[in-house]
Nanobody, 115 residues
Framework: QVQLVESGGGLVQPGGSLRLSCAAS????????MGWFRQAPGKQRELVAS??????NYADSVKDRFTVSRDYATNTVVLQMNSLKPEDTAVYYC??????????WGQGTQVTVSS
């Protein structure tokens, strides 16, 4: 069983930055996927960024603004969010996905971008 514990999130003004962190318990393999989804009111949950085996993927809406990184020593995935926009307001969920172990979600952390 994999447990994901998130930290970060909060209120930030447009153009500001925020750093989300998620620590996973258990053994996380590099080939497994870790990343972030988000869900805004009235919208479906969408992939923000992910990392698998050193490869990263980003939603077009966040590319060049967000950076996902992993610290394998601490089983941590980080989402550095810069140049935040009101449209980025959502609940952000850390996730882990493995073909053999399934998919796991963090509890979610609120990110609000507003003046």
């Amino acid at each position: 069983q994999v447990q994901l514990v998130e930290s970060g999130g909060g209120l930030v003004q447009p153009g500001g930055s925020l750093r989300l962190s998620c620590a996973a318990s258990g053994i996380i393999f590099r080939i497994d996927t870790m990343g972030w989804f988000r869900q805004a009111p009235g919208k479906q949950r969408e992939l923000v960024a992910s990392s698998t085996g050193g490869k990263t993927n980003y939603a077009d809406s966040v590319k060049d603004r967000f950076t996902v990184s992993r610290d394998y020593a601490t089983n941590t995935v980080v989402l550095q969010m810069n140049s935040l926009k009101p449209e980025d307001t959502a609940v952000y969920y850390c996730y882990y996905s493995s073909f053999t172990r399934g998919k796991y979600w963090g509890q979610g952390t609120q990110v609000t971008v507003s003046s």
